[in-house]
C-alpha cells in the first residue's frame, strides 16, 4: 500500500514556495525542480522517553519540503511550526548528498514487508541530539514503526524496522541514563 503523505496547512506551504522563491533569486537553487511531496518532522523529547511516554508524546516540529530527483539535482527546505499567532517561514535549506539519501530512504521504506500489507503516515523523527528516523505512524492501529537513519546508539541499526515499542524500551535505557548525567536536562 503506499505511504500516506500528509499535506501541511495552507500557509506552510505558501511559505515554502516563497522560501524557495527566495532560494532561486539568490542563485542558491536550480531552477525547474519538480516539487516532491512534503513530510512532518516530529520532535520527541529524552525526558519524554526517559518518564516512560510513548511515541505519540512527539510534537510536531517542521515540515520538510523536497524539490528534484533522486538521481538529479534536489534540495530540500523546512518550514518551521511557527509560534502561536505567527506567520510559517522557511527556516533552512539543504542540497547535495543528504538530499539525495532521503529521497532514497523512502524508497526503501515503500519496499518494507509491512509497508506494502498496511497503510502507514511517512513522519520525520528527531530525538535532539540522540537520532533522526523515519516514523511510520499506522492510522489503523497496526503498529507504529521506526527506522533510525541517524544514530550512534548501540542497539539501534540503521534503516532497520523497529516497533514502536521496541525502539522506545532501547532509546529509554540511554535517555535515563544522559539525564541523570546532565541533571535531568535534555
Known amino acids: 500500500?503506499?505511504?500516506?503523505?500528509?499535506?501541511?496547512?495552507?500557509?506552510?506551504?505558501?511559505?515554502?514556495?516563497?522560501?524557495?522563491?527566495?532560494?532561486?533569486?539568490?542563485?542558491?537553487?536550480?531552477?525547474?525542480?519538480?516539487?516532491?511531496?512534503?513530510?512532518?518532522?516530529?520532535?520527541?523529547?529524552?525526558a519524554d522517553i526517559a518518564a516512560g511516554h510513548g511515541i505519540s508524546t512527539a510534537k510536531p516540529m517542521a515540515w520538510r519540503f523536497y524539490a528534484g530527483s533522486p538521481r538529479g539535482p534536489a534540495v530540500s527546505l523546512t518550514v518551521g511550526e511557527p509560534a502561536r499567532?505567527?506567520?510559517?517561514?522557511?527556516?533552512?535549506?539543504?542540497?547535495?548528498?543528504?538530499?539525495q539519501k532521503a529521497f532514497h530512504e523512502v524508497h526503501q521504506v515503500e519496499g518494507i514487508p509491512q509497508v506494502k500489507r498496511h497503510n502507514y503516515e511517512l513522519r520525520r523523527l528527531t530525538v535532539p541530539g540522540v537520532l533522526g528516523g523515519l516514523w511510520l505512524a499506522s492510522p489503523t492501529g497496526s503498529g507504529d514503526l521506526v527506522l533510525p537513519y541517524a544514530t550512534q546508539l548501540h542497539g539501534l541499526k540503521r534503516m532497520r524496522s523497529y516497533k514502536a515499542e521496541t525502539f522506545l524500551e532501547i532509546v529509554r535505557a540511554y535517555a535515563r541514563k544522559r539525564l541523570a548525567h546532565s541533571g535531568g536536562h535534555n
Open 1 to 46: 500500500m503506499p505511504l500516506i503523505r500528509p499535506s501541511p496547512p495552507k500557509a506552510v506551504w505558501k511559505a515554502y514556495k516563497a522560501g524557495r522563491k527566495e532560494m532561486i533569486d539568490l542563485d542558491r537553487s536550480p531552477t525547474d525542480l519538480p516539487d516532491g511531496l512534503p513530510e512532518p518532522i516530529y520532535v520527541l523529547q529524552l
Open 85 to 99: 499567532g505567527a506567520k510559517p517561514r522557511m527556516t533552512s535549506m539543504s542540497h547535495g548528498q543528504y538530499v
